[in-house]
């Protein structure tokens, strides 16, 4: 009994086969199937070639949500040479509630204002990134994803005494509070005051004003490799001794999450404004540097995603299948129109043929078939 069990289940199992196998005998290899088979081989070895390093490459998703996080401290991460004396500068932070940010992580340092030509040949570099970001954005992905950052050379020791330093670098991070904010480096040392600060701009003569000034760095958050801020490298001449130049900064936190590097920082965008103060034409102001920055309300999600193997081996699958389905059909259809055309002619070979039957109607005509006396006898 459980050998028949056995065999109805083995023949059921045989009637459900959706493969039937033809055997070889019954199968006929033409020239243009096997040229057919080797060109769709082919496409098969090369789109699965392909279709691997799109497997292997991975992406950014962003997504957008709200910031949540208001009670942690900013972080400004600052890079400025000014083309003036270190003691004739000051550079604090005065947020929208009017907290005066003391400067005490700020570090001033007399260098010369001209780059050496190693530092020339980074600066024109990070211009051109900069440049290329601006006109294809998909870069920053790639910069996301290889989360490199060059730093930029080391400034060679000068041999000039400091009294012959005209420029000041002032290096070095500051935190303030997430509001609204205004960061600024102006004449004299900035002093208490109760209605906010004042800076000691009486004892600077106008002679000495020079605001021309270079950006190496300027950013928010945690500094991470991967990201090149829109200020970084930015060089400006003032044309005039009494001039202000404004940068209205807009910040968006940013939570960075890819293979080589997760932390959350900030990225932010920028517009920028310059005027010469002059009272009798009517430009007031102060001059100096500003920089007013205001903190979006919206994070940034970045992460870097992969395809997952079994989507890999769909598509796989997809490609394959799609391949040999299709030159099948364009095999078929070519084959049945070369039938079709070559049925034509040889019906045009067979015509004589037609021709010849009346003929052969006559002569059976002639000899007809003596059915009746045969019967009889």
């Known amino acids: 009994m459980k050998r028949l069990t056995k065999k109805k289940a083995l023949t059921l199992v045989k009637e459900l086969d959706a493969f039937p196998k033809v055997p070889e005998s019954y199968v006929e290899s033409t020239a243009s199937g096997g040229t057919v088979s080797l060109i769709a081989f082919t496409l098969m070895a090369v789109l699965a070639f392909l279709e691997f390093f799109v497997y292997r490459d991975t992406w950014m998703k962003y997504e957008y949500e709200v910031d949540k996080d208001f009670s942690s401290k900013l972080r400004i991460n600052v890079d400025i040479t000014v083309a003036m004396r270190c003691q004739y500068i000051g550079a604090d932070v005065l947020d929208l509630a009017e907290t005066m940010v003391a400067s005490d992580g700020l570090k001033y340092e007399s260098?010369?204002?001209?780059?050496?030509p190693q530092q020339r040949l980074w600066h024109m570099t990070l211009l051109h990134i900069q440049e290329r970001l601006r006109v294809e954005h998909a870069l920053q992905d790639v910069l996301f994803k290889a989360a490199l950052k060059a730093a930029p050379p080391a400034e060679p020791q000068s041999q000039?005494?400091?009294t012959q330093l005209s420029a000041c670098r002032i290096h070095?991070?500051?935190?303030?509070?997430?509001?609204?904010?205004?960061f600024h480096i102006t004449v004299g040392k900035s002093i208490p005051h109760p209605r906010g600060h004042?800076?000691?701009?009486?004892?600077?003569?106008?002679?000495?004003?020079?605001f021309s000034?270079?950006?190496?760095?300027?950013?928010?958050?945690?500094a991470i490799p991967g990201?090149?801020?829109?200020l970084d490298g930015t060089e400006k001449i003032s044309p005039d001794s009494n001039h202000m130049f404004q940068y209205?900064?807009?910040?968006?936190?940013?939570?960075l999450n890819t293979y080589k590097v997760s932390a959350e920082t900030h990225q932010y965008s920028v517009t920028e404004r310059e005027r010469a103060i002059n009272h009798a034409a009517g430009s007031h102001g102060v001059s100096g540097i500003f920089m007013k920055y205001d903190i979006s309300s919206l994070m940034v999600k970045v992460t870097e995603q992969h395809m997952p193997f079994w989507q890999f081996l769909v598509r796989l699958c997809g490609i394959i299948g799609g391949i040999f389905s299709t030159t099948g059909m364009l095999h078929g259809m070519v084959g049945f129109l070369v039938d079709v055309v070559c049925?034509?002619?040889?019906?045009?070979?067979?015509?004589?043929?037609?021709?010849?039957?009346?003929?052969?109607?006559?002569?059976?005509?002639?000899?007809?078939?003596?059915?009746?006396?045969?019967?009889?006898?």
């Open 227 to 230: 990201i090149i801020s829109p």
């Open 198 to 210: 004042a800076h000691l701009a009486a004892l600077v003569s106008h002679d000495s004003y020079n």
């Open 172 to 182: 070095g991070h500051l935190y303030v509070n997430k509001v609204a904010g205004n």
């Open 111 to 116: 260098v010369n204002f001209e780059l050496s």
């Open 248 to 255: 209205f900064i807009t910040i968006v936190p940013t939570k």
């Open 343 to 377: 049925c034509r002619f040889k019906m045009g070979m067979y015509r004589p043929l037609k021709e010849e039957e009346p003929l052969n109607m006559q002569e059976s005509n002639e000899n007809p078939i003596p059915t009746q006396n045969y019967t009889q006898q």
């Open 213 to 222: 000034h270079r950006i190496d760095h300027l950013s928010f958050g945690e």
């Open 160 to 162: 000039d005494s400091s």
